[in-house]
């Protein structure tokens, strides 16, 4: 057996410097980036907004939401319906001079896959993305999130939209925080999951497939 990961190439993904208008005038930017489909559970991110603007009175925060997919359309009406388009931007599908620049800028990076049998055991590549940038993470606990991120991310219960935003809100309220967990997921993708360490299994794996090592 061969474990080929997913991760991500060190060479190619670059911070680049803050772009302020990506906050939209606020303090904060908490960014997602990703598919935009029915099991990447933003309509849950969609409802932790809806409670940090209504129930917590928190106007500071701008959330940007990067990406294409399927239910792209769908979660831009839902947004507008809940009187939430001046705090959730969709970028829609982007070129990756955008998707640095809001990897680069945010404080907070979010993953609301929602927990399934499928997500539970799925790399998920927008993790590894947040943490080579240095970024904390707030996700929902599924098996595979956890191992990836592990201390580079707190873990909201399950589909729980509330727990989720708290999580936010824990993170944007304790800049040290950030800072620690944002250190922690760099040297975990340098040392173990970013793809140099993922090349020599993958050629083991198809030499052993085309029986060169016999």
């Known amino acids: 057996m061969f474990v080929v990961r997913s991760?991500?190439?060190?060479?190619?993904?670059?911070?680049?410097?803050?772009?302020?208008?990506?906050k939209n005038g606020r303090s904060y930017l908490v960014g997602y980036v990703g598919v935009m489909g029915d099991q990447e559970g933003i309509d849950l991110l969609i409802d932790s907004v809806e409670h940090i603007v209504r129930t917590k009175r928190r106007e500071d925060i701008q959330f940007c939401l990067v990406g294409g997919g399927p239910s792209l359309a769908k979660l831009q009406a839902m947004v507008a319906e809940k009187?939430?388009?001046?705090?959730?931007?969709?970028?829609?599908?982007?070129?990756?001079?955008?998707?640095?620049e809001v990897l680069s800028t945010m404080d907070?990076?979010?993953n609301p896959d929602r927990v399934?049998?499928?997500?539970d055991k799925s790399t998920m590549n927008k993790i590894m993305?947040?943490?080579?940038l240095e970024k904390p993470i707030v996700q929902f606990d599924v098996t595979e999130g956890r191992f990836s991120a592990q201390d580079a991310s707190l873990y909201a219960l399950a589909n729980d939209p509330v727990d989720f935003a708290d999580k936010i809100l824990e993170l944007l309220?304790?800049?040290?925080?950030r800072e620690a967990m944002?250190?922690?997921?760099?040297?975990?993708?340098?040392?173990?999951?970013?793809?140099?360490?993922?090349?020599?299994?993958?050629?083991?794996?198809y030499r052993k497939a085309l029986r060169l090592d016999a």
């Open 7 to 22: 991760g991500p190439d060190l060479s190619r993904l670059k911070r680049v410097p803050p772009v302020e208008s990506w």
């Open 182 to 205: 944002g250190a922690s997921g760099r040297r975990r993708v340098e040392s173990e999951l970013n793809w140099s360490h993922q090349i020599a299994p993958l050629i083991a794996a």
């Open 108 to 110: 907070v990076g979010v």
């Open 129 to 132: 993305e947040y943490m080579s």
């Open 83 to 100: 009187g939430l388009a001046d705090f959730v931007h969709f970028t829609g599908r982007a070129p990756d001079q955008d998707l640095f």
């Open 116 to 119: 399934n049998a499928m997500n």
């Open 173 to 177: 309220e304790d800049p040290a925080q």
